[in-house]
């Protein structure tokens, strides 16, 4: 374990890194993002993710927002287990007709002001799962969404380019 | 072994590729669930249809399979969970989606209904009642016991499900898991479908195995349909397969350690996960490799740019993953939870015909890329990892053995690929008719069984999830665990919901 520590010292970070330019996508939406979110709550905003009946494509990807190469924690975004500590609801799937309950209260139990994104191309209008006798065809139908995030499934990128798009309004409103 | 021979030669065949399918009576199809309950034979699958059920069998000795059929045309059909328990969730669900009842089945509650459909037996026939009130769990009796509900939105970022626990203190004395969530119907959506969008739906029945469901579904296709794809396509689908194999690997071996507070490895493994989705995303044009695999080829072929990125990806991954290996065995803390934890039991593997990482570390050597086996790699070398101790250690060390043996596939295959099209242009054989498929996909083996109309289209399609043969045995395994350690265990099973509830 000392030389894997020992190794990541010298090493340089694989964390991509914010460039200066415009044109590098991750970085500047990165940096833009904290700005962004420091306005509106202080240092950090907290997302709780529900699989509302995804096929886990988009978790994959959302759980990959945490590896070495996106590190969302670094932009003041973190994960939370509860959501009562969450500011932001992420949700997947075309919102099952037997998870639309636990959508529902899941939304009641987060507090003002909350956000809902809408991640992947099922949670916009039930995708490809839309018309079957088991869903509600997608997100809007259960709770109000603020954005939605396409793509099957869109990836961390993306998810984080959402995430910002979501931000957008609220620092020109506080900038005007 | 004739177990199989026997039943085959006592009904009447029907057309079916490449496995036969025979219509048997009550008595014949009883003998069946007697083999099944006797060891002799492994129950695949069992699945409804308006009027009929089937039932997928396998030799395991022989690597042979069989579907037997039986008519269910007065709405009943003998239990075969009556005998042989791992039948039991499947015999609910069919209840559930067909209405069809089967006949002495031990437990009646609804599965995958959970009475919020507006509709009763979606697939079968009207007239049948939908559930209602509560779900009744089973009981626990016993001092000082109390119950701890669970999901089904759960704390991380996973896929919802409902766990109860019964705990006597720490200690589990009973865990019942209640699933059915995340049904969405495929089934349903699959009927009166064209081919291509069969394909698109069968690559999102669980996000982690997309390939491996888009494989078993080309594949039954193909045989439905009698057309063989280009040898290049077949090589290239074994690719993406053992890609897709390395990237949950490598990410599960992380989030194991991960639920052990060993977040070293899984920062580690992350990073081995994510670059193997980025060669992924330049050999093939999708991270998850979604919609590549047709029935009859592929959609694109691999450039020289996406052999390189996979050339360099698995010398990346031989130059860290051993020192990871490393970290691993050499960790004392970490193996104090993991060797010892959740031990499934061989016999229990067995019964259940467990797939995979489940099966495999607790002694069942079954791997559907042997046996049955399918091409390419009857003309690959490689060694199908067995432990007998069937705790959370021997998870992990079998998908540490799979992924050696992945990056030695890729090597194989990046150097043996045939050159050509990638895409049959032959005309089909017949434009319908039954196909069926076993695939293994990084979680287990997977079953597709599809029947296409006279209008080429879709009129039954049937996709079962290692996952069936694997949720029943994780209650199992944590018995006399403490609660603790459940998503240890849960993780090393990782059971997918999404291809589960369908």
């Known amino acids: ?176 | 072994m004739a177990a199989l021979d026997d039943i085959l030669n006592s009904g009447s065949p029907v057309q079916q590729a490449p496995w036969p399918r025979i219509l048997v009576d009550e008595t014949r199809w009883q003998e069946a669930a007697q083999q099944l309950a006797g060891g002799r034979l492994v129950l695949l699958g069992l699945w409804g249809e308006r009027a009929a059920v089937h039932m997928a069998l396998l030799d395991e000795e022989r690597g042979q399979v069989a579907i037997v059929s039986i008519g269910a045309a007065s709405g009943r059909f003998p239990s075969v969970a009556a005998v042989h328990p791992p039948a039991l969730r499947l015999e609910r669900a069919i209840q559930d989606l067909f209405g069809l009842e089967p006949e002495g089945l031990p437990d009646r509650r609804s599965w995958l209904d959970h009475g919020v459909w507006g509709v009763a037996a979606p697939l079968g026939r009207s007239g049948s009642s939908a559930p209602t009130g509560r779900y009744a769990f089973l009981p626990s009796e016993g001092e000082s016991l109390h119950q701890i509900p669970v999901g089904p939105v759960h704390a991380g970022i996973i896929e919802p499900g409902h766990f109860r626990f019964t705990a006597n203190g720490e200690t589990v004395v009973r865990l019942e898991e209640r699933l059915g969530y995340v049904h969405k119907g495929i089934e349903s959506l699959m009927q009166g479908a064209e081919l291509a969008h069969g394909a698109k739906l069968a690559g999102r029945v669980s996000g982690d195995s997309s390939v491996a469901y888009a494989l078993g579904f080309a594949r039954a296709a193909e045989a439905a349909l009698g057309i063989e794809p280009p040898a290049r396509a077949v090589w290239l689908r074994a690719l993406m397969a053992e890609l897709e194999r390395l990237a949950n690997h490598f990410g599960d071996i992380g989030a194991i350690c991960n639920d052990a507070a060993f977040a070293l490895m899984h920062a580690h493994c992350g990073v081995l996960r994510e670059r193997v989705l980025r060669a992924a995303d330049i050999a093939f044009g999708h991270r998850l490799m979604r919609d590549v695999i047709l029935p009859g080829g592929l959609a694109r072929d691999l450039g020289t740019e996406g052999i390189s990125a996979i050339v360099a990806l698995i010398a990346e991954a031989r130059r860290r993953f051993p020192a990871l290996v490393e970290l691993y065995d050499g960790t004392a803390s970490l193996q104090d939870r993991t060797v010892g934890t959740g031990i499934l039991r061989p016999e229990l593997a067995v019964q259940f015909g467990a797939g995979g990482y489940v099966g495999r570390a607790s002694g069942r050597r079954f791997d559907a890329r042997l046996k049955p086996g399918y091409p390419p790699y009857d003309r690959l070398r490689f060694a199908v990892p067995v432990r007998a101790e069937g705790d959370v250690n021997a998870r992990v060390w079998i998908r540490i053995d799979e992924v050696e043996q992945s990056l030695y596939l890729v090597e194989q295959i990046v150097a043996g690929l045939p050159a050509g099209a990638v895409l049959s242009t032959a005309r089909p054989a017949h434009a319908s008719g039954e196909g069926a498929s076993l695939s293994e996909g990084f979680r287990g083996d997977i079953l597709v069984w599809l029947r296409l109309g006279e209008d080429g289209r879709i009129a039954r399609c049937h996709l079962r999830d290692p996952s069936w043969f694997q949720w029943p045995l994780l209650e199992a395994a944590i018995e006399g665990n403490i609660v603790a350690d459940f998503p240890l265990c849960n993780k090393s099973f990782n059971c997918s919901y999404s291809g589960h509830d369908l």
């Open chain 1, 1 to 176: 374990m000392r030389k894997l520590l020992l190794e990541s010292l010298v090493r340089s970070p694989l964390t991509e890194p914010a460039p200066p330019a415009a044109d590098a996508a991750l970085g500047e939406l990165g940096a833009a993002l904290e700005r962004a979110a420091r306005r509106r709550l202080g240092r950090s905003l907290a997302i709780r993710e529900v699989d509302a009946g995804s096929c886990n494509g988009c978790e994959l990807e959302i759980n990959a927002l945490n590896n070495a190469f996106y590190d969302l924690e670094r932009f003041g975004l973190r994960f939370v287990a509860s959501p009562r500590h969450a500011d932001i609801l992420l949700v997947t799937g075309p919102v099952t007709k037997n998870m639309r309950e636990a959508l529902e209260r899941t939304y009641r139990a987060t507090p003002d002001p909350k956000w809902v994104v809408a991640v992947g191309d099922c949670a916009v209008d039930g995708g490809l799962f839309a018309g079957s006798y088991a869903v509600t065809g997608g997100v809007e139908a259960v709770v109000p969404v603020d954005l939605h995030v396409r793509g099957c499934p869109p990836s961390p990128t993306q998810i984080l380019q959402g995430l910002l798009a979501l931000l957008e309004p609220v620092k020109k409103l506080t900038r005007s």
